[in-house]
């Protein structure tokens, strides 16, 4: 019902404010400026080269930009930012609703020359669209590394950033392939996330599988399933698989909800018995760049490089 009634306000507003001017706006900004063809999940868009006002309704585009030395305008409000997008707080960037509800008031009145989207805001793609020139930078999971580079060099394009782009990717195409070297010899794994008491595991070719499929960190199990929530397990299912290695994400400490702590939850008497555990390689990994970020942008990804590779090391 409260998705409804937000969806209905959304089309009254839209309505009432008369939405047609404002895209005629934004095209006439277009027009007198240089532009930039953007290929996207949607399609193309002509963005302004360089523009001044940037909305960003997703985290991972905003940590990119970030790492690129680029300042957005608007951002979503989110319960807790991730440490190296925490100057965002400040009251001199426009809240612009949350990463699944936009304030189109807000954008409205901004007069973006350019709103960014991706994941969680994607679906509000088309009624952003008609605010301002939209570029939707989703990353497809079963190729992260490559969506990562790929919205890295188009941001870098919009923004004249192509150096600093090159020398930031090339640094995380070294670390990968560092902790590919690390991971070969470094036995098997099973990425859990904990939220509200109960668990999921992720394996190949979902939402974290990066870990597996770029990383090179050997599942400890073939065959979960590779939906966005991962697939139901039990403290039971941990013992069997028996891995070298637990990764843990903790939901609740990144989306800043009140709960039983990831490191309360696995201390249990079946968990105690694997390998990981005996060997103090259960490792709790950084729920923001992890959770709110996906490891899809550009700092999140290469921290997450650095804190793997270090567990890694500090594990053998």
């Known amino acids: 019902m409260k998705k409804q009634t937000q969806t209905g306000r959304a089309r009254r507003w839209f309505a009432q404010a008369g939405a047609a001017l404002a895209l005629g706006a934004a095209t006439a900004v277009c027009a007198a400026q240089a532009t930039v063809p953007v290929k996207h999940a949607r399609g193309e868009t002509a963005v302004p080269a360089n523009p001044a006002k940037t909305v ?3 985290l991972a585009v905003l940590d990119t930009l970030h790492a690129l030395g680029v300042e957005a305008t608007g951002v ?3 319960a807790k930012l991730p440490p190296q997008l925490e100057q965002y707080a400040d009251k001199r960037y426009l809240k612009v609703g949350t990463m699944f509800e936009p304030n189109y ?4 009145a901004a007069a973006p020359q350019v709103i960014f ?4 805001s994607a679906p509000k793609y088309d009624e952003l669209a008609r605010l301002a020139p939209t570029v939707d930078l989703t ?3 079963k190729d992260l590394v490559g969506s990562v580079t790929r919205n890295t060099e188009t941001l870098a394009a919009i923004y004249g950033k192509q150096a600093l782009a090159k020398e930031k990717l090339d640094a995380l195409r070294a670390s ?9 010899g470094a036995g098997t794994a099973l990425i859990v996330l904990t939220t509200g008491g109960k668990m999921s595991a992720y394996g190949p070719g979902s939402r974290f599988g990066v870990i597996h499929d770029a990383f090179g960190v050997k599942p400890a199990t073939t065959g979960l399933s590779v939906s966005n929530h991962g697939q139901a397990i ?4 941990i013992a069997q698989t028996d891995p070298d290695w637990l990764l843990v994400i903790d939901r609740d400490a990144a989306i800043g909800r009140e709960g039983v702590s990831a490191q309360r939850m696995l201390d249990n008497e079946l968990v105690r018995q ?3 555990w005996k060997n103090k390689r259960v490792v709790y990994l950084n729920g923001y760049n992890w959770y709110l970020m996906g490891s899809a942008g550009l700092t999140a990804m290469q921290q997450n490089v650095d804190e793997i590779a270090g567990a890694l090391a500090a594990g053998k």
């Open 105 to 108: 008031e807000v954008i409205h």
């Open 117 to 120: 989207v991706a994941g969680r």
């Open 234 to 237: 039990s403290f039971e299912f």
């Open 76 to 78: 979503p409000s989110v």
């Open 56 to 58: 960003v309704m997703d």
């Open 274 to 276: 694997t390998k990981a």
């Open 176 to 184: 990968i392939s560092a902790l590919n070297a690390k991971a070969a």
């Open 139 to 141: 990353v497809d999971a």
